[in-house]
């Protein structure tokens, strides 16, 4: 019978989500980031289920696996896993749809989590204690968008919600595009120097990685706010740090990180001034419905020989 592993199954829902009535399936809960012992772990499995962008999938681990046929990932782009590699070794490589809405939801509630001290607050009144702060209103702040696709359109109308004023920026942004979602087009120094707060919505790619630099950070209002709910290293992660540390900046809403998952002695952990969540932006009931329904459905057209969403 086929042998299908489930990897970085966190929470446990893949069973729970999906009919795998009838498949031979072995499901890893845990992360593993040693090479070696992915190798080793996946050695008698002929179907590897992917959550996107948690295990590495480079050549030498699809190389290293002689009876891996399919690897079938949550989403139609993983760029954890070699491509080229997969070809290479015939090994078939499929996809799932998935929502627009969550991630956009949580950079809304790092926002507000922001503006209003919300897990600071919550923490002291643990404590005993009470009304330690002054929030901010949403309303008639600045948002600035980098990156204006789908999620950074839909953060733009939950933004709007609370009339807020929305400017974008990103090397491919165009006046139309902005115009469509009540967005002003500015260059990248102005969306620094103007934003209230700025949200993170791009791909991770050459061009952007590192894209925001000390010289960007150093350029926001001492008490703007950064949110990151698209990949840590579009960020420069110690530039992030430093400023924080320093306190030049009002905070961050980070939910993604350079090493997933973040190493439990990294100092932004420390911080009052960082919210942070544990890359949960995708992670909801809805999605994760979506991600292991068609998992399954892509494992049994692969199983029949028809296989389903493959991604070239």
């Not at 507000?112 to 204690?129: D, N, V």
Request: net charge neutral; glycine share 8%.
């Amino acid at each position: 019978m086929t042998k299908i592993a489930i990897m970085d199954d966190y929470q446990g829902a893949a069973l729970k989500a999906a009919d795998w009535s009838g498949l031979d399936v072995t499901v890893f809960r845990d992360h593993q980031a040693d090479q070696a012992r992915v190798i080793e772990r996946l050695q008698p499995f002929d179907v590897v289920c992917l959550m996107r962008e948690r295990t590495a999938f480079p050549a030498a681990v699809i190389k290293a696996l002689p009876n891996l046929k399919l690897i079938a990932t949550t989403g139609m782009r993983n760029a954890a896993i070699d491509m080229d590699a997969a070809r290479d070794c015939n090994v078939v490589v499929t996809g799932t749809s998935g929502s627009h809405t969550p991630t956009p939801e949580l950079a809304m509630g790092l926002i507000l989590s922001l503006a209003r001290s919300i897990p600071q607050e919550g923490r002291k009144m643990r404590r005993g204690e009470w009304q330690t702060t002054i929030g901010r209103s949403l309303n008639g702040a600045t948002l600035g968008l980098l990156g204006l696709g789908k999620l950074g359109q839909q953060l733009a109308v939950y933004a709007r919600a609370f009339n807020m004023n929305l400017i974008a920026w990103s090397q491919n942004l165009t006046e139309e595009t902005c115009k469509a979602h009540g967005a002003k087009l500015v260059d990248k120094k102005t969306l620094f120097k103007e934003s209230d707060f700025i949200s993170v919505h791009l791909v991770l790619g050459d061009r952007t990685r590192g894209l925001v630099g000390r010289a960007d950070l150093d350029m926001m209002k001492p008490t703007a706010c950064i949110v990151n709910t698209s990949r840590g290293p579009i960020i420069d992660e110690d530039a992030l740090l430093a400023v924080l540390q320093a306190g030049t900046i009002g905070g961050a809403g980070l939910d993604v990180y350079g090493t997933e998952p973040l190493p439990a002695d990294h100092p932004i952990r420390t911080l009052d001034n960082a919210v942070l969540t544990p890359h949960l932006g995708y992670v909801t009931e809805d999605t994760l419905d979506i991600f292991y329904q068609q998992t399954v459905e892509c494992v049994r057209a692969w199983i029949s020989g028809n296989p389903v969403r493959v991604i070239s």
